[in-house]
């Protein structure tokens, strides 16, 4: 009895190691994320595009209707209908 809680408490902790590196890469997207109350949040990288607020490693929209903003590529051109706001591209809308 106690060998099969052993091993199952093992395969638990494997699993937890296992997905771990997943929920980091997915915490770090570079692409805006919704927040509870429908405002965007993207992954600091530098200065904070107009109309978003640095909080912590986050830049965070001011309003729910803001345009969205996306990190500058090295070397690649700004995307149709967008222009450079701090360290982003941010759409026209």
């Known amino acids: 009895m106690k060998l099969?809680?052993?091993?199952?408490?093992?395969?638990?902790?494997?699993?937890?190691v296992v997905s771990s590196p997943w929920l980091e890469a997915l915490a770090q997207n570079p692409y805006?994320?919704?927040?509870?109350?429908?405002?965007?949040?993207?992954?600091?990288?530098?200065?904070?595009?107009?109309?978003?607020?640095?909080?912590?490693?986050?830049?965070?929209a001011l309003h729910g209707d803001a345009p969205r903003a996306y990190p500058k590529v090295k070397g690649a051109a700004f995307p149709s209908g967008s222009f450079a706001s701090g360290d982003y591209c941010k759409s026209f809308r």
Do not use: M
């Not at 509870?36 to 530098?46: F, L, M, S």
């Open 4 to 16: 099969k809680a052993v091993g199952v408490l093992i395969f638990s902790v494997s699993l937890v």
């Open 32 to 60: 805006p994320q919704p927040t509870k109350d429908g405002r965007e949040r993207i992954r600091r990288v530098g200065t904070c595009p107009t109309g978003y607020v640095g909080k912590g490693n986050f830049c965070e």
